[in-house]
């Protein structure tokens, strides 16, 4: 094999794998940016909110939830560990404690209720 054709070669693996990770990296982010949402009618409780906005946050691993609920506007930071497990979540007032999240995580994130309450999805 030439040595043209083995550059043309590595140039192709390391194309699709750089590509394949970009997917990876972005499919991620989706599934993050949905646990921060899923997140915020519990945290809003009881008011009805409006999602302004979802995406990543300021620091690598976050997301922010900018919402309104009634004619104010709030924000949420959820912070991830590695794939999508939430290790905090913090708002405007203050951080979750550590047992409020477990609870969070436990009994409403993965639970349909969440799903179907989740403002990214009206």
């Not at 194309?15 to 899923?38: H, I």
Request: overall charge positive.
């Amino acid at each position: 094999m030439r040595p043209t054709h083995r550059r043309l070669i590595a140039a192709g693996l390391i194309a699709g794998f750089l590509g394949g990770l970009a997917t990876c990296q972005d499919t991620l982010g989706r599934e993050r940016v949905a646990v921060c949402r899923r997140a915020l009618p519990a945290v809003a409780q009881p008011a009805e909110v409006r999602l302004l906005r979802a995406g990543p946050g300021p620091a690598p691993g976050t997301v922010r939830v900018d919402y309104e609920a009634g004619s104010r506007r709030h924000w949420l930071l959820c912070r991830f560990g590695s794939g999508t497990d939430l290790v905090a979540l913090t708002t405007e007032a203050a951080a979750l404690s550590d047992a409020a999240l477990y609870m969070l995580k436990r009994f409403y994130l993965d639970t349909p209720d969440a799903a179907a309450a989740d403002p990214g999805t009206r």
